[in-house]
């Protein structure tokens, strides 16, 4: 509490020098002066990045490839995963464009630069559910990992990639129950 007579402070740090550093470098947008490399932070969500798009890929492939009256509502899982997958993919790709990166969609080295594989063509259905299975295992400790990285350092992005990994969880488990039913 501020003694009688003294003004309270309002701020954690020296107001003027904060607007004095806003002020400077206002074509960085989002990216303030306290920011701790920006450029390592895109370079990872480039690898997430990369990551989703290899997920709708197969998912959207493995949506149209099943066949049968039986895989319908499995289509459908697929399908409805896609798009998720499709949502995380722009969600990455904005935060990269906040931080002054420009996403990569090139598709070339595209598997390389993926936590997950696209997997293979011509598989059952069991084999599909696995791999995809596989790839949400990947990529929960995958976010887990960069979660970890962001922690104190890029709250916004922390929180977005929370809410990813939730998403991965949600999709972990209807692999899993696919595989059991
Ligand atoms: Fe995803
Ligand atoms: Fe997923």
Same mark, same amino acid.
């Given at each position: 509490?501020?003694?009688?007579?003294?003004?309270?402070? @309002?701020?954690?740090?020296? =107001? *003027? %020098?904060?607007?004095?550093?806003?002020? &400077?470098?206002?074509?960085?947008?989002?990216?303030?002066?306290?920011? %701790?490399?920006?450029? !390592?932070?895109?370079?990872?969500? *480039?690898?997430? /990045?990369?990551?989703?798009? =290899?997920?709708? /890929?197969? @998912?959207?492939?493995?949506?149209?490839?099943?066949?049968?009256? $039986?895989? &319908?509502?499995?289509?459908?899982?697929?399908?409805?995963?896609?798009?998720?997958?499709?949502?995380?993919?722009?969600?990455?790709?904005?935060?990269?464009?906040?931080?002054?990166?420009?996403?990569?969609?090139?598709?070339?080295?595209?598997?390389? !630069?993926?936590? $997950?594989?696209?997997?293979?063509?011509? /598989?059952?259905?069991? *084999?599909?559910? #696995? *791999?995809?299975?596989?790839?949400?295992?990947?990529?929960?400790?995958? @976010? !887990?990992?960069?979660?970890? @990285?962001?922690?104190?350092?890029?709250?916004?992005?922390?929180?977005?990639?929370?809410?990813?990994?939730?998403? #991965?969880?949600?999709?972990?488990?209807?692999?899993?129950?696919?595989?059991?039913?």
């Amino acid at each position: 509490m501020a003694k009688s007579g003294e003004q309270p402070n @309002y701020f954690l740090r020296d =107001v *003027q %020098k904060l607007r004095g550093e806003a002020q &400077k470098s206002i074509s960085s947008g989002a990216v303030t002066s306290d920011y %701790k490399d920006a450029k !390592r932070s895109v370079e990872l969500l *480039q690898g997430a /990045l990369a990551t989703e798009i =290899v997920c709708v /890929l197969r @998912y959207t492939m493995n949506s149209i490839s099943v066949s049968g009256m $039986t895989s &319908k509502s499995v289509a459908a899982e697929f399908a409805e995963h896609a798009d998720d997958e499709r949502d995380h993919m722009h969600r990455i790709a904005e935060r990269i464009d906040q931080l002054g990166g420009i996403p990569n969609f090139d598709p070339k080295d595209l598997a390389s !630069r993926s936590a $997950t594989e696209y997997g293979g063509h011509d /598989l059952t259905l069991a *084999q599909m559910v #696995e *791999q995809n299975l596989v790839a949400e295992r990947i990529a929960i400790e995958h @976010y !887990r990992d960069l979660i970890g @990285y962001f922690k104190d350092r890029d709250p916004s992005t922390r929180a977005m990639l929370e809410e990813i990994l939730a998403d #991965e969880e949600d999709h972990a488990t209807d692999m899993l129950d696919l595989m059991e039913g």
